[in-house]
């Protein structure tokens, strides 16, 4: 693991990278304090994602055996969402790690979920979208990323 900040994008060596990413992203917000990387029932860990960030919602698709698992609570408001597909910045691959973190209060409910990606092809790392959590009990989400 290691990642390349010297370029336009940082850029990250792997999959787990990308928490690393998420907490330097969040220093100056709500900091991650929990983080889970995204990983097929098959074994990938490279996934085609699917963001509304005004909804609020995210799903993600394995791009080896096509499972679908939404992250978070984003199923219960899938249907009123128009979800994009992320594409790259960099290379423009639609493949791409994922992986959430999650800013919790100190009675470890969450307060703010980071959807964090890296390019599967280049290794570009972003966030490409995060959200308030305004309920409790919330710490469920964390086992749903």
Not at 23 to 32: L, M, Q, W
Not at 74 to 88: H, L
Request: contains cysteine; hydrophobic residues 30%; glycine residues 8%.
């Amino acid at each position: 693991m290691s990642i390349d900040t010297t370029g336009k994008w940082w850029v990250g060596t792997d999959a787990a990278d990308i928490e690393e990413y998420l907490i330097a992203y969040t220093e100056d917000a709500y900091r991650v304090k929990e983080f889970r990387l995204a990983k097929c029932s098959c074994g990938s860990e490279s996934f085609h994602l699917e963001v509304d960030d005004d909804e609020e919602v995210a799903k993600r698709t394995c791009a080896t055996c096509s499972d679908e698992h939404f992250i978070g609570d984003s199923e219960e408001y899938w249907g009123g969402a128009r979800p994009k597909t992320w594409k790259c910045t960099e290379c423009s691959s639609s493949q791409a790690n994922v992986g959430v973190g999650f800013s919790t209060y100190e009675d470890g409910e969450v307060h703010w979920l980071y959807l964090g990606e890296r390019c599967s092809r280049c290794g570009v790392l972003g966030s490409c979208g995060n959200w308030k959590v305004a309920y409790s009990p919330s710490r469920h989400l964390i086992d749903r990323s």
